[in-house]
Every structure is written in C-alpha cells, then in structure tokens.
C-alpha cells in the first residue's frame, strides 16, 4: 500500500519570505500522481499543484513549485513570496496512475504566515 | 472542473441518531468519494460510490455504519447512522474530473 509522510506538522514563514513544506512517499508503482492540496479555514480543499512521475520537470504554479525527486521519493512544495492569504493546512497527496484510483493524504502541514 | 455543493455546512446531532449529508454535483461523473477528517487529522477515504452500483467500501468501514445512495450521475448521499461522539468529524464528498480532484465544503458533524 502507499503511504505518504509530511514530517512537518507546523511551518511559520514571514510575509515575502520563501518556505519549502515536505513530503515523501512510499510505492513501488511506477506511473502515479503527485498532488499538493490547500485546505484553509473554510475547509474547501483546494488544488495548489500536480505532478506527473513521467515527467521529470518540476511542476510550477505561479508561486508555487515543487521539487520532484523520484528516486527518493521526495516531492518538496516551495512557496516563494508568501502571502497572508497562503495560510493553511496543506496535505500532499498521491494517486496511483490508474484511472479512479483513491487519493492517499498525508498527514498535512499548518502554515502560517507572520505578517 | 467541477462545483460540489455539500448540505448541510454543519450539524449538531444526539448520539444515536443518524444524519444524511448531501453531495451536489453540476456535472455527471462516474465516481463520487466520500472522505473523513478527524479532528487535527488527514483525510482518509470511506468509500467510493458509482452510480447504479453498490458503493465499496475502505477497510475499517462498513455499509451499516455508512450507506451511501448515487442515485444518478450528478448526486450521491452519506449517512452517519447510530452515532457516537466518535464520529464528530468533517464529512467530505469528493469528484474527479481528468488528473484533478474536486471536493465539497465539507460538513463538519459534532455529536453529543
């Protein structure tokens, strides 16, 4: 079965500043997702980035990217230029390749942002 | 993408009773997926529901404790049957569209 670790309960960053939340995961597939999921108070859960494991360019959403490392199954979320609005939990989250296959969270990073 | 309209937002039920959660979808999608998040804690799947089908459920849950309805490709149904203070949760419907995951606003369930 697939697990996914976030070893970081809790990060600060101050406003501007960068932050890099981590997370790594076990599967012996080799075609799956990788996916980081903002949940802020509201709790909507919402997509912040995807990565494919073909793929070997790192995702990049505006402020967001990650740094994908497959052999040792790493998948980093750096946040650069933080925002007050940034704040959240955030859960990294993988997804087998197969169509319809469960998401598997982990279990998730408080971020808070210090203006 | 897809818009998830989940009711009701909250509830504060007595233990023993049940609640229906209500999961709205503005497009037809084959897979609906029902979450759970305990207090302070991940999301973890209860089970996923396919129209015209039985649900199936994750190891740990059962149909029971929480039938499920998909009644058609755009609606689907969770009940939190006979419950305890344990089940004080947030609820979470979820679809899938392409690569992309989408989820309701969840309900969040305190039982006294």
């Known amino acids: 079965a697939q697990t996914v670790t976030q070893s970081q309960p809790e990060m600060s960053v101050q406003e501007a500043e960068t932050v890099t939340l981590s997370c790594t995961y076990d599967?012996?597939?080799?075609?799956?997702?990788l996916f980081w999921y903002k949940q802020p108070p509201s709790r909507q859960m919402i997509l912040v980035i995807r990565?494919?494991?073909?793929?070997?360019q790192n995702a990049t959403e505006n402020r967001f990217s990650v740094n994908f490392q497959k052999a040792a199954k790493s998948f980093s979320l750096k946040i650069s230029d933080s925002q007050l609005g940034d704040a959240a939990m955030y859960f990294c989250?993988?997804?087998?390749?197969?169509?319809?296959?469960?998401?598997?969270f982990g279990t998730g990073t408080r971020l808070a942002v210090r203006p | 993408s897809a818009v998830i309209s989940q009711k009701p937002s909250r509830d504060i039920c007595q233990r023993g009773t049940s609640l229906t959660i209500q999961c709205q979808v503005d497009?037809?999608?084959?897979?609906m997926f029902w979450y759970r998040q305990q207090p302070g804690q991940s999301l973890t799947l209860i089970a996923t529901?396919?129209?015209?089908?039985?649900?199936?459920?994750e190891s740990g849950f059962v149909i029971d404790k929480f039938p499920i309805s998909r009644p058609n490709l755009t609606f689907s149904t969770l009940t939190v049957s006979n419950m305890s203070p344990e089940d004080s949760s947030i609820y979470l419907c979820?679809?899938?569209?392409?690569?992309?995951?989408?989820f309701g606003q969840g309900t969040r369930l305190t039982v006294v």
């Open positions: 529901a396919n129209q015209g089908s039985e649900a199936t459920y």
């Open positions: 599967t012996s597939e080799s075609d799956y997702y």
């Open positions: 990565q494919e494991a073909y793929k070997q």
């Open positions: 979820s679809v899938e569209t392409g690569l992309e995951a989408f």
């Open positions: 497009s037809q999608v084959t897979m």
């Open positions: 989250a993988y997804r087998s390749g197969s169509s319809g296959d469960k998401l598997t």
